[in-house]
């Protein structure tokens, strides 16, 4: 029985002089009482609790209104600054333009734009209106987006030239949308906005500089993400303005915030990380954030660092072995000084990770675990506490997780089983959007359902294991087969498609495609790569099978189910396991 890894222990001081937290009593955190850290939030006046006063007004409106809360970096090597006084204003305005528009509580409203300063005063003008806010993540292609705004039934998009261009084909489709608002920033792009579109701009100029946050209770839903899952579309995950305690005490105790730094969550806000880490952690703490909207290269990012003095960094398994790619040099040619804690999410940490990140940058790389069900960071290595390389650290306070097997009964310790959660944590999810039979079937015998196969050790550290469903985890991103598989079948040669991930020395797993094709059709290295770019244009390369296979039909069961495990499995030529649902030819 193993339940480590061969990287020795990390050892921390009793208590670390930047623990945040040094009186928790991490060995009986179930016992954590979060009326305290309820308490801490400001709260609006008549009771009511939203995320936007909590992360930014409560700053504009007290000692921090002149503190930077975004250092915004463009592409372009731009820079803008915006205090918490500015983003007060900003997004009193745009809620403003929400309330022209007739947007009510409880709309949805989506943004589909870059890492752009407006789609960070979109988002919190959204929830000063009492709408729930819908991120979506600028590479997708018309595909997802479609999905996504027609189950969501979104009244308006924020985005932007470039992207609208990109869906204008799915837009008739989208019944329910009602405007479209366009942020042409700093008139990057060369075409006139379509006359029936709105300009961000021109409707800002217009806006009145204040608003009253509308008093939501704790209850009230304020962002939803969409996760796929093994069958169907993907799911809205929707979240309560109560999510906030969560996120804003994982802050504290995970990420190790202070008063001080510079933090920097590399997340787009297309994915929950980038709106609860990349949003609201850093906010509510009234924590300086930088926001970077280049992409990821090596010498960029710790130039990032450099440049802005970063001293909290939130990163990913796939960025990190990225850098490890880039070579030890690289960062040697920085001054990385500033740096002070370091932390990943998203996908398995591996230990030679870790350990690389205290050679080669100073700092060994706290890895936590979450997801977008879970709204804020459940398990974690934290600041204070000794890091097992490659496991996952501990539960936060008032977490309690658990594994267990397949009747849901818990396991030994040191074994694999579900890694489960005890339903009612704050940021806890509320609902799948318009879909209460899937929401339900995530719990059982009082335990909510990760879909996560993990073990727990004798010091209480939780270690990933894999995933108990077909969901495929490239970069940090959940693909869904079936949506990859939808995509596939609608190209005119394909019969059916079958759907895998392919393991992957960096990016973890890559989408790779099985292909039968319908009769009259060549299997020909050209139609492979027609049926590559269908994809890729359906869906984004992001999501788009990076590998396609012939063959002549899918493994299925009797029921018609196609045997994803079996795919897998012949592909890297391990034991078929169990085939006697298996049809026959
Ligand atoms: P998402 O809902 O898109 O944020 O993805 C959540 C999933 O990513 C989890 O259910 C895990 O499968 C995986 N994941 C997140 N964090 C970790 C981690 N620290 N180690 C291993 N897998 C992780």
Redesign the pocket.
């Known amino acids: 029985m193993t339940t480590g890894s061969s990287f020795e222990t990390i050892h921390k001081p009793a208590v670390s002089e930047f623990d945040v937290a040094p009186n928790l009593d991490r060995n009986n955190v179930q016992e954590y009482d979060w009326q305290q850290m309820f308490d801490e939030l400001d709260w609006l006046p008549g009771g009511g609790l939203n995320k936007a006063h909590e992360a930014i007004d409560r700053h504009a409106n007290g000692p921090k209104r002149d503190k930077i809360a975004m250092i915004w970096e463009g592409k372009n090597g731009e820079r803008e600054d915006y205090t918490f006084g500015d983003m007060k204003r900003e997004t009193d305005k745009f809620a403003n333009v929400l309330k022209s528009l007739g947007i009510q509580t409880g709309d949805r409203v989506f943004t589909f734009m870059d890492r752009l300063p407006e789609q960070y005063i979109a988002v919190f003008g959204i929830l000063k209106a009492g709408a729930i806010a819908g991120p979506l993540f600028s590479a997708f292609g018309p595909d997802p987006v479609r999905d996504r705004m027609e189950d969501s039934g979104a009244k308006v998009l924020v985005t932007q030239p470039d992207l609208r261009r990109k869906i204008t084909h799915i837009i008739p489709e989208l019944f329910d949308l009602q405007h479209i608002i366009i942020v042409n920033k700093d008139g990057r792009d060369p075409m006139p906005i379509d006359s029936q579109d709105l300009d961000y701009y021109e409707e800002m100029g217009k806006a009145p500089a204040n608003f009253t946050t509308v008093a939501t209770s704790q209850y009230d839903y304020s962002i939803m993400h969409y996760?796929s899952g093994t069958t169907g579309k993907p799911k809205g995950a929707v979240h309560r303005h109560q999510a906030v305690v969560q996120q804003y005490a994982t802050g504290k105790w995970a990420l190790d915030l202070h008063e001080d730094d510079i933090y920097w969550c590399t997340a787009d806000p297309g994915?929950?990380?980038g709106t609860s880490y990349g949003m609201l952690a850093p906010w509510t703490n009234g924590v300086t954030q930088l926001i970077f909207e280049g992409g990821f290269r090596a010498s960029w990012w710790y130039e990032q660092i450099q440049k802005h003095k970063v001293t909290v960094w939130y990163t990913a398994p796939t960025a990190i072995r990225m850098l490890m790619k880039a070579g030890d040099e690289v960062p040697k040619r920085y001054d990385l000084s500033s740096l002070r804690f370091t932390a990943s999410?998203?996908?398995?940490?591996n230990p030679e990770a870790v350990v690389w990140g205290k050679e080669a940058i100073g700092h060994a790389f706290h890895?936590?675990?979450?997801?977008?069900e879970t709204g804020a960071i459940m398990c974690a290595n934290y600041a204070s506490t000794d890091i097992k390389p490659g496991s996952?650290g501990r539960p936060i306070p008032g977490i309690q997780l658990g594994v267990v097997d397949e009747n849901f009964d818990p396991v030994p310790v040191g074994e694999d089983g579900n890694l489960v959660a005890r339903p009612g944590w704050p940021s806890m999810f509320h609902t799948y959007w318009q879909n209460t039979e899937m929401y339900n079937s995530r719990f059982k015998k009082g335990w909510y359902i990760?879909?996560?196969t993990a073990r727990m050790d004798e010091d209480g550290y939780f270690w990933?294991v894999g995933?108990a469903d077909d969901v495929i985890?490239t970069a940090g991103h959940?693909v869904g087969p079936f949506e990859v598989e939808s995509a596939l079948i609608e190209h005119e040669a394909v019969a059916e498609a079958g759907v895998i991930g392919k393991p992957d020395p960096i990016a973890m797993e890559v989408v790779k495609a099985f292909v039968s094709l319908k009769d009259g059709y060549e299997e020909t290295p050209q139609l492979r790569r027609e049926i590559m770019q269908f994809a890729r244009t359906k869906l984004s390369a992001a999501v788009a099978p990076r590998e396609i296979d012939f063959i002549p039909g899918l493994p299925k069961t009797r029921s018609g189910k196609i045997m994803r495990r079996l795919l897998k499995a012949r592909e890297l030529g391990l034991p078929e396991g169990d085939t006697s649902t298996l049809e026959d030819d």
């Open positions: 996760t994915w929950v990380t999410v998203g996908e398995p940490l890895d936590n675990w979450w997801q977008t996952m990760t879909g996560d990933f995933r985890n959940l």
